[in-house]
């Protein structure tokens, strides 16, 4: 028996290295999938691979109907939504702040933080009805990074959106903790995904030598691979950990404990 057997799982950026894993990990534990995606062809591919009862609607996470229309389709074909990974994101480009061009600076911004809000603005009102109903809440897993828990150089905009992330998860956790929400960030550091291949193309240089230099303030001295971040997505949703909210999980291989 998995952990989300019968669940209902929202999961947005489906199509990308966390997104997908996530689908995967969610599948392997019983759940029923609504995915969002960009990509039409991409979010049909992937639920063609998944074990699962499987939704699919794609969209660009910065417009509001999308989150809205995606809480809809979870309760059309599924009856309620259980867990929300708001997962959709982009990464800025690798240079110091004069540099970053204002219209991909408030791009970012638009998908990175007020995605997350979008989503969160109509998941919450959801899962707080079931709540009511059935005395059964949902949990909410944002996805931050550890660059929203520190500063983060020649990543700033991306930086500050993911402290956006990271606010609106504590100050949601706080305000819902007594009508069966549960709401946490996850804070992956570098991870073995299409943001980390494309930095060690940029750079120019052999793979490991580029990687080295991507990690060289990581105790670990190592990037996390996708099946570490998602082991703890699944936890920071299990309803058996009942008691976690407002927390932002830092999974940075020790850059946190420096």
Known sequence: MGRF????????GATGGLGRGAAKGFAAEGARLVLSDIDERALADLAATLQAETATLAGDIADEKLSEDLVGL???KFGRLDVAVNNAGIVQSFVRLPQVPS???RRVLEIDLLGVFYAMKHQIP???RQFRSTAKGGAIVNIASAAGLSGA???SIYAAAKH???GLTRSAAIEYASKGLRINAVCPAHTRTAMVDGFVRISGAPEAEALAELTR???MRRVAEVDEIITAILFAADPANSFMTGHALAV??????I
Do not use: W
């Open 5 to 12: 057997d019968g669940a209902t799982v929202l999961i947005t």
């Open 74 to 76: 979870a309760v059309g």
């Open 103 to 105: 219209d991909e600076a």
């Open 126 to 128: 959801q899962m707080e």
């Open 153 to 155: 150089p020649k990543l």
């Open 164 to 166: 956006g992330v990271v």
């Open 217 to 219: 303030g990581v105790p």
């Open 252 to 257: 940075d291989g020790g850059v946190g404990a």
